[in-house]
């Protein structure tokens, strides 16, 4: 199986990734996890992404599109969290992949109206240590008990910019893949556990 998951900052992608991955027995694959790890290691490319996701900005083109390539050369299944992330990144996968010989079976949309996703994003709160999300204020990490803050990227302003970024630039390939035959568009509001089956089933039916 070979998907990506498309959907708005905060619509749930990356909790829904984990599920789907363990469900298909395929690699969960987040450019938002790499980003984040060279960050924490301090690499040229962390601090490089944290200039641009500081402010709700979008990693450019020329950091993911090889780096993306590169992670998927050797395997035969995925699921994509956070890439292809506009029309150009889009299109870079598509060849990609056909020159290999394996396009892609599905692209999962998840939907959610832009008050949700404040209300969720705003109010969760990351750990230093482990980088473990917590939906609210907690005083501390229950897995390493490490600080609790919160991340630039999850205060309000910085919210409705990246919602105005995807508007502008992301929700362009919904038309790209929904015109490509590829897409699957899925509620994001509700149990975490309903919205999975809702994506299994939807998946099923495609097949």
């Not at 500081?54 to 956070?82: C, H, I, Q, W, Y």
């Amino acid at each position: 199986m070979r998907l990506v998951l498309v959907g708005p900052p905060g619509a749930g992608k990356g909790t829904q990734a984990s599920l789907l991955a363990e469900h298909y027995k395929i690699p969960h694959i987040s450019t938002g996890d790499i980003f984040r790890a060279n960050l924490k290691s301090g690499t040229a490319l962390g601090l490089q992404a944290k200039g641009f996701m500081d402010k709700g900005e979008l990693v450019p083109d020329s950091v993911t599109n090889e780096m993306v390539k590169d992670r998927l050369s050797n395997a035969s299944g995925f699921l994509l969290d956070g890439f292809p992330r506009n029309v150009a990144q889009a299109e870079v996968l598509q060849g990609f992949l056909s020159e290999k010989g394996a396009p892609l079976n599905a692209v999962v949309e998840f939907q959610i109206n832009n008050e949700e996703i404040i209300k969720r994003l705003s109010s969760r709160r990351t750990c230093r240590g482990c980088g473990k999300v917590f939906p609210g204020q907690v005083s501390k990490c229950d897995s390493c008990g490490g600080e609790i803050y919160q991340r630039d990227d999850d205060k309000e302003s910085v919210i409705a910019r990246r919602l105005e970024v995807y508007g502008e630039q992301t929700a362009p390939i919904i038309d790209y893949y929904r015109k490509a035959g590829l897409l699957v568009a899925i509620s994001a509001t509700g149990e975490v556990s309903a919205i999975t089956k809702d994506v299994i089933d939807a998946l099923s039916k495609k097949a």
